[in-house]
């Protein structure tokens, strides 16, 4: 089963190498959603993994601060087409995932969110109805669905999402990797 499982994260930033020194390949996509999708494309395509598990940072105003959450439904929340008659964070004309993407829930005890991804480090309320945020998961959540591969999301919340968590993020990352590298220690 550990063979069929891949492990993306946004930037090394998110591991602060404790993963790396474990023995565990994480796969790097860098920040924002079109980088994302290519990283998942070509990690299916290269390793042929039946599931990928994303683990990184989110914003929530929502959540508390070092809690880790598991990603139930991803939305777009820069994604708008409102001037010409379309709910903000639905993709016209895309007939398979046009605003949310539903993922099974496999960690019970976790708290579950709803994740609006964008390009933009969000300081403040999003458009579309969320309660945590980040940069890279509905591109990941997409083109997983797509190519029929599994994907399974947990979020450390590092930041409330406002105007000092540009400050936050940065200062809570390296606990954010240590539960992380626990929550995934304890599974396999």
């Known amino acids: 089963m550990k063979d069929d499982i891949a492990l993306i994260m946004a930037l090394p930033n998110e591991s602060k190498g404790l993963f790396e020194q474990a023995g565990i390949t994480v796969h790097y996509s860098g920040i924002g959603k079109i980088n994302a999708a290519y990283t998942a494309f070509d990690v299916i395509q290269k390793t042929g993994c039946k599931t990928i598990l994303n683990l990184g940072s989110a914003g929530s105003s929502f959540f508390d601060a070092h809690e880790l959450i598991e990603v139930k439904t991803f939305v777009q929340r820069d994604m708008d087409v409102s001037p010409l008659g379309f709910d903000v964070g639905v993709t016209p004309m895309d007939e398979h995932f046009p605003g949310e993407i539903h993922l099974e829930s496999y960690f019970p005890h976790l708290a579950q969110g709803v994740c609006g991804t964008g390009d933009s480090f ?16 509905y591109a990941l959540a997409k083109v997983c669905k797509k190519l ?37 220690q304890s599974i396999y």
């Open 122 to 137: 969000e300081t403040g309320q999003p458009k579309v109805s969320c309660n945590l945020v980040d940069m890279e998961g």
């Open 148 to 184: 029929a591969v599994r994907f399974v999301s947990i979020k450390y919340i590092t930041d409330g999402a406002n105007d000092t968590a540009h400050l936050d993020w940065e200062d809570n990352l390296l606990l954010g990797a240590q539960k992380l590298l626990k929550l995934y």
